[in-house]
């Protein structure tokens, strides 16, 4: 399963570009530009089906995620960072500097402890589950601690008392 797990962590890996620029995505139908960013990931698909063809060939399922990984990069992470800046008149590296400043740290912490977990001598769905919740509670914290600004932590808080003062009027 090693293989499998690399050729998902290049892909998802590589989605966090596009999945990060929802938000544009909205300015851009508010703005009726949605046209030139349909053009850019048509020939961005383009060229993933190209080296897709290329390398599959010589190198198997890898070629296939490095095709998509080097079109979502390249698609997402350059040509539309120009678009978005132009277009839209987002200024990018701000954007991705407020978006991962948190978020980037705390996922890097918390893929250091997942891997650590590799090394808990449990078996079987009952080890499966048991590194599982390790994990999300490790994730969770991480995130909070570490990934959250003031705002998003205030948020959870409120979001928390609301949740609790509505469950002691139930009882």
């Not at 399922?61 to 990069?73: D, K, P, Q, R």
């Not at 277009?87 to 650590?116: D, E, Q, R």
Request: charged share 15%; glycine share 8%; proline share 2%.
């Amino acid at each position: 399963y090693d293989t499998v797990y690399l050729l998902a962590c290049i892909l998802l890996t590589s989605s966090t570009l596009e999945l990060s620029q929802n938000t544009i995505t909205a300015i851009l139908k508010a703005k009726n530009k949605l046209h030139g960013k349909t053009l850019i990931l048509g020939v961005s698909t383009l060229f993933n089906v190209v080296i897709t063809f290329l390398l599959v060939p010589k190198i198997g399922a890898l070629g296939a995620v490095i095709g998509t990984a080097f079109s979502m990069i390249f698609g997402y992470g350059v040509i539309l960072n120009i678009y978005y800046h132009k277009v839209a008149k987002v200024n990018m590296f701000t954007y991705y500097k407020k978006t991962y400043k948190g978020i980037l740290p705390a996922a890097l912490l918390a893929c250091i402890i997942g891997f650590a977990l590799r090394f808990i001598p449990f078996g079987g769905w009952l080890g499966f589950i048991l590194k599982a919740l390790i994990y999300v509670v490790v994730y969770v914290v991480v995130m909070y601690f570490v990934g959250l600004n003031a705002d998003e932590k205030d948020m959870i808080k409120s979001g928390i008392k609301k949740f609790t003062k509505r469950k002691g009027k139930e009882v």
